[in-house]
C-alpha cells in the first residue's frame, strides 16, 4: 500500500515568515494529494489539494507544488499568521480506483507574534 | 448545513463493552469514512463505504464493524471494547474516490 512520510513534525516560525511542510509518497501511481489543517480539538479541514495534473496549485497565502519524478509534495505558507498555528496533514490516495487516503503524521506549525 | 455529524461526542466504556458510533451526512455524498486518531500516527483509515450497499475494510478493521445503514448513515461498532481502543474517531464523506473529504467533529472515546 501507499506509504507518505511527512518532515518536520514540529515547525515554528516567526509571524510574517514563511512556512513549507514536505511530503513523500511511495505509490507513483497517486493522483490526488490533499492538505488538512487541524486546530487543537477540532476536526480536520480541507485547505488545499492538487492533483497529479498539475505542478502547481495557489490560493491566497498557501500554495501546494508536485514534483511526481521525485514522488513529493510540499505544503508553503506565506506570510504567516498566528491563527496558521495547527496541525497540518499531508495525504495520497492509491492509484486506480482505490478510496482509501494515507495520512502523513502531522506537522504542528507554531507561529510566534 | 451541518455537514457530517457524528454523535455521541465522548463517550467512557469499560473493558469488554459494546458500542456504536454514529454518523450521518447531509451533503447526499456517496462515500463515507471512519477514521481513528491517535497522538503521533496521524489519521488511520478503519473502514470505508464507496457507495450505498458496500463496505470495505482499511488500514486498521480489526475489532471494529461498520453498517452503511442508508445513503446518509454510516455507523461504526466496537463488540468488545479494548484499551488499545481509546482514540479520537472520525468519521468524514466525499462525493467519491478522489474527491475532498469532509470531515465530522470527532468521538473522544476512553476505554478503561
Known amino acids: 500500500g501507499e506509504n507518505v512520510e511527512q518532515h518536520p513534525s514540529t515547525l515554528s516560525v516567526q509571524e510574517g515568515d514563511s512556512a513549507v511542510i514536505k511530503c513523500t509518497y511511495s505509490?507513483?501511481?497517486?493522483?490526488?494529494f490533499p492538505w488538512y489543517k487541524q486546530e487543537l480539538g477540532k476536526r480536520p479541514q480541507l485547505i488545499i489539494d492538487?492533483?497529479?495534473?498539475?505542478g502547481e496549485k495557489k490560493d491566497q497565502r498557501i500554495a501546494v507544488t508536485l514534483n511526481k519524478t521525485a514522488k513529493h509534495f510540499s505544503l508553503h505558507i506565506t506570510e504567516t499568521q498566528p491563527e496558521d498555528s495547527a496541525v497540518y496533514f499531508c495525504?495520497?490516495?492509491?492509484?486506480?480506483?482505490?478510496?482509501?487516503?494515507?495520512f502523513g503524521k502531522g506537522t504542528k506549525l507554531s507561529v510566534i507574534p | 448545513n451541518a455537514g457530517v455529524t457524528q454523535t455521541p461526542k465522548f463517550q467512557v466504556l469499560k473493558t469488554g463493552q459494546s458500542m456504536t458510533l454514529q454518523c450521518a451526512q447531509d451533503?447526499?455524498?456517496?462515500?463515507m469514512y471512519w477514521y481513528r486518531q491517535d497522538p503521533g500516527m496521524g489519521l488511520r483509515l478503519i473502514y470505508y463505504?464507496?457507495?450505498?450497499?458496500?463496505?470495505d475494510k482499511g488500514e486498521v478493521p480489526n475489532g471494529y464493524n461498520v453498517s452503511r445503514l442508508n445513503k446518509r448513515e454510516f455507523s461504526l461498532r466496537l463488540e468488545s471494547a479494548a484499551p488499545s481502543q481509546t482514540s479520537v474517531y472520525f468519521c468524514?464523506?466525499?462525493?467519491?474516490?478522489?474527491?475532498?473529504?469532509?470531515f465530522g467533529d470527532g468521538t473522544r472515546l476512553s476505554i478503561l
Open positions: 468524514a464523506s466525499s462525493d467519491k474516490a478522489g474527491q475532498p473529504q469532509h
Open positions: 505509490d507513483s501511481a497517486s493522483n490526488y
Open positions: 492538487i492533483r497529479s495534473n498539475v
Open positions: 495525504a495520497a490516495k492509491e492509484s486506480g480506483g482505490s478510496y482509501q487516503l494515507t
Open positions: 451533503m447526499n455524498h456517496n462515500s
Open positions: 463505504s464507496a457507495s450505498e450497499g458496500t463496505t
